[in-house]
């Protein structure tokens, strides 16, 4: 099997800028004849059943001011009650129900909410025409412009717009009302609860671009020169395109002008020297599209994209821009830890930043339709894309999730996915779901045949994969011989037979490792184990524990390295999410998951440092694990591990040495960790310094036992934020001795106040059993860390986070925030 594919990716960047009309933020250049209107202030918010909320004159006084993107439901409170269900969880090999907790957060997110917005649109003149867009609305929303419904859709995730030019008053009031309505038993995670992305107006010209229609590849890309066919559809008259490419200094480097066929058109544009996309080098080009009826300018986007080549190939595996690369991936769920679904771009961003740090160079969206946001930051910062689209096709997984929409809904939904997004550089290939009951039996045939069908009309140059965990099975039924990647989630075992089984030459890790481990939190005696529960409820850091159908890092990595054929993997997870408290989600309190390498709060867990030990290959890497504040184990036997990039290393508790471990391939865990499981504790200091190949000492590492919680230490992700009323700064909180030794078993409660240009926004300390309200300005430190979330407000000035705990000298910190 060989797809080879030479892509760009194109998105509308409206680069303009920014004023407030009666609470909606717009976007205009003075010169463009199209303008979006992002609907962001101004809305009122209620849950609950409103019937009359969407008539013109309903009473919304009473009602919650909020901003959108908003998550109703994060704002808690945290109860077991909001998601108690008895169920057999079969993907995790159960046959029996039994009664589960926290499955998807603990949190209200069920129920029914309306969102309403009164606005003008002074934009918005006769002969213009308006489109209303969603991003994402969660779910099944019911939307009514001016007293009348315009519009529904179904899936939570999907994007979706509606025309609503002939029922959009120019010059006056207009009322907008959404009712958005989440079933019981409608998610395997927590899925949020309201318009958490974006919703816009797009204002235009009846001669204007189709939404989504611009579709952009390169089929042929050499050092000297690009093709960039461009493909795109309009309405009007004696209309003709006229197309700018531009470098990222600004300048000119290709034009072209064509006129249409029909409505249609289609540009061959040569781009020499191009400087191509990729991880490494995320190179984007400026693309100024113009549209012209008589002369006149009708429509114009300003756009950027990329350019770079694909392929798959048997043998050889995946390429990019000729150079065999391997996918060294994370799963994503879309929540955003304390903000819940609500998308921000600055969350987004410092998670990407972390990803970087640690070698990641894909993410995988599991299990739905990504953020436009994540795509654009995907795009800029350099990460592979792995877009997914369902985690339920016909068959259920819930009794009310997306099989109930599937016959009348998921080609649309696939259809709006790939067009919307199909220009980003970033997406090198699809997945069509994810571990669906569907994956055997004729009926699933048909069905994945069905959807990676669409795919390939709307988008032949990726290809189409399925996270399947019924190997067995998909080997048997044909099913995994369909798919243009079969993408196997764990399951190693059947590694090497699905390899011989299915005809495309190769295999995607598309779901591996699935560890557990509680950042900070380590158990004694140190051994592998499988569904192991504690008293606390929380895991062990050693990461060696995992689940009956999981296994651990190294057992995956000497797949990734040992088999050519093996093109990649994406682990569960990059971060840990709401939901899915496995192994604790038949035991209270526990409340979201243990899989990720960072916690909650984005907090680097131990697993990083072992992931990243291997897949930053740019960095140095030497970390030491556990902690040594171990009062009361004085003499016992406490394991000490170190992650890194060198080969061998030696390990000194107090000045004697421990003796010089050597990586070997004895076991995966000896060939990827540097294990003395003979140490015993002693207060004081444990030291390791590492070797390089040739035996020389390059590097040496320090843990200290700790003294009493004496201050605390801020770290801020950045230091300047922009003053736009939605930046975010996140500051890692530490507490420290009075020799500013990390006291990394503190449990002190913190207290928040933010003063000046800013506002206190939430606090997250990575415990999945903490039942605290991120949004109280009060958390408790967990393994001696927290993360405080300070926003920006409209206006510039100096911002003051003040932090104080009982017995702690308090911490201040000042940032600046710029318009």
């Known amino acids: 099997m060989k797809i080879a594919t030479a892509y760009t990716r194109l998105y509308i960047v409206l680069l303009m800028s920014v004023f407030i009309l009666g609470g909606c933020s717009s976007t205009s250049n003075t010169s463009s004849p199209r303008q979006t209107v992002q609907l962001k202030?101004?809305?009122?918010?209620?849950?609950?059943?409103?019937?009359?909320?969407?008539?013109?004159?309903?009473?919304?006084?009473?009602?919650?001011?909020?901003?959108?993107?908003?998550?109703?439901?994060?704002?808690?409170?945290?109860?077991?009650?909001?998601?108690?269900?008895?169920?057999?969880?079969?993907?995790?090999?159960?046959?029996?129900?039994?009664?589960?907790?926290?499955?998807?957060?603990?949190?209200?997110?069920?129920?029914?909410?309306?969102?309403?917005?009164?606005?003008t649109l002074p934009e918005f003149k006769a002969g213009k025409k308006a489109l209303l867009v969603f991003e994402g609305a969660m779910s099944e929303p019911q939307v009514y412009l001016n007293g009348k419904k315009v519009g529904e859709w179904a899936y939570g995730y999907a994007y979706f717009y509606i025309d609503i030019t002939k029922d959009l008053k120019p010059g006056q009031q207009n009322v907008l009302a959404v009712q958005l309505s989440n079933k019981e038993f409608s998610s395997r995670w927590y899925p949020g609860a309201g318009l958490y992305r974006k919703v816009n107006i797009i204002i235009k010209n009846e001669e204007s671009f189709e939404q989504w229609s611009t579709y952009i590849t390169t089929p042929t890309i050499a050092s000297n020169a690009a093709t960039i066919n461009i493909k795109t559809t309009a309405t009007g008259n004696g209309i003709f395109l006229d197309t700018k490419i531009l470098d990222a200094t600004g300048k000119v480097v290709a034009t072209h002008t064509s006129d249409a066929i029909g409505n249609s058109f289609e540009q061959n544009i040569v781009v020499p020297e191009p400087n191509l996309w990729s991880p490494e080098t995320p190179y984007l080009y400026t693309a100024v599209t113009q549209l012209y009826a008589g002369g006149v300018l009708k429509d114009e986007e300003t756009t950027k994209f990329g350019i770079r080549e694909i392929k798959y190939e048997a043998g050889s595996g995946f390429s990019l821009n000729g150079k065999v690369t391997k996918f060294k991936g994370v799963c994503l769920h879309h929540d955003l830890g304390p903000l819940g679904a609500a998308v921000n771009k600055a969350a987004l961003r410092r998670q990407m930043q972390i990803l970087k740090d640690l070698g990641c160079n894909a993410i995988r969206s599991s299990h739905n339709m990504p953020s436009m946001e994540q795509l654009e930051l995907a795009d800029e910062m350099g990460f592979m894309f792995l877009?997914?689209?369902?985690?339920?096709?016909?068959?259920?997984?819930?009794?009310?999730?997306?099989?109930?929409?599937?016959?009348?809904?998921?080609?649309?939904?696939?259809?709006?996915?790939?067009?919307?997004?199909?220009?980003?550089?970033?997406?090198?290939?699809?997945?069509?779901?994810?571990?669906?009951p569907d994956q055997y039996g004729a009926e699933g045939l048909k069905r994945a045949k069905f959807l990676q069908d669409i795919f390939h009309r709307e988008d032949p140059t990726r290809p189409v994969t399925v996270g399947m965990d019924q190997v067995q099975n998909t080997m048997e039924s044909g099913f995994g011989a369909l798919l243009d990647i079969p993408g196997l989630n764990y399951r190693l075992p059947l590694y090497e037979e699905a390899h011989k089984a299915f005809p495309q030459g190769f295999i995607l890790g598309s779901e591996t490792a699935s560890t557990i481990s509680s950042r900070g939190i380590y158990k004694f005696p140190v051994v592998k184990a499988k569904d192991k529960k504690y008293d606390d409820n929380q895991t062990s850091s050693y990461d060696l524990e995992a689940c009956n159908w999981s296994n651990v890092p190294d057992d995956d990595f000497v797949l990734q390295d040992d088999k050519d054929w093996v093109i990649g993997e994406f682990v569960w997870t990059g971060f840990d999410y709401l939901g899915e408290p496995t192994p604790y989600d038949e035991r209270w309190p526990s409340r979201s998951s243990y899989f990720g390498i960072a916690d909650l709060a984005g907090i680097p867990k131990d697993r990083f440092y072992l992931y990243r030990s291997r897949w930053n290959t740019k960095d140095e890497t030497l970390h030491l694990l556990p902690h040594w504040n171990w009062e009361g184990r004085e003499g016992q036997t406490t394991p000490v591990f170190v992650y890194t990039n060198y080969d061998s290393a030696e390990l000194f508790i107090n000045g004697k040495s421990q003796g010089i471990q050597k990586k070997s391939k004895v076991t995966p865990q000896n060939r990827y960790r540097l294990m003395w499981m003979d140490t015993k504790y002693e207060p004081g200091t444990v030291k390791v310094v590492a070797f390089d190949k040739d035996g020389k000492a390059v590097a040496e590492k320090e843990v200290k036992t700790a003294g009493t919680p004496h201050h605390l230490v801020l770290n801020p992700d950045r230091e300047t934020l922009t003053a736009n009323g939605e930046d975010l700064c996140f500051v890692t909180v530490s507490v420290v001795d009075k020799d500013g030794i990390p006291c990394p078993t503190a449990t002190n409660r913190l207290n928040f106040k933010v003063t000046g240009a800013g506002t206190y926004r939430a606090a997250c300390n990575g415990d999945a059993t903490s039942l605290e309200i991120f949004h109280e300005p009060t958390m408790k430190l967990f393994s001696g860390k927290l993360v405080v979330l300070v926003q920006s407000a409209d206006k510039a000035g100096v911002i003051q986070l003040e932090i104080t705990g009982d017995g702690l000298e308090k911490g201040v910190l000042n940032l600046d925030s710029e318009k």
């Open 41 to 119: 202030n101004g809305w009122k918010f209620s849950k609950g059943q409103n019937e009359n909320a969407w008539q013109t004159g309903f009473n919304d006084s009473g009602w919650e001011a909020v901003t959108v993107p908003h998550d109703w439901a994060i704002y808690g409170p945290f109860d077991k009650k909001w998601d108690m269900q008895s169920v057999a969880i079969t993907q995790n090999g159960e046959t029996e129900a039994t009664e589960k907790t926290g499955r998807t957060g603990a949190l209200p997110h069920i129920g029914t909410g309306w969102y309403r917005k009164t606005f």
């Open 387 to 436: 877009a997914e689209s369902f985690d339920e096709w016909a068959k259920p997984k819930v009794e009310n999730g997306y099989n109930r929409f599937f016959a009348e809904y998921a080609e649309k939904d696939v259809v709006n996915l790939v067009r919307a997004t199909r220009n980003h550089p970033c997406i090198v290939m699809w997945s069509a779901g994810n571990e669906v």
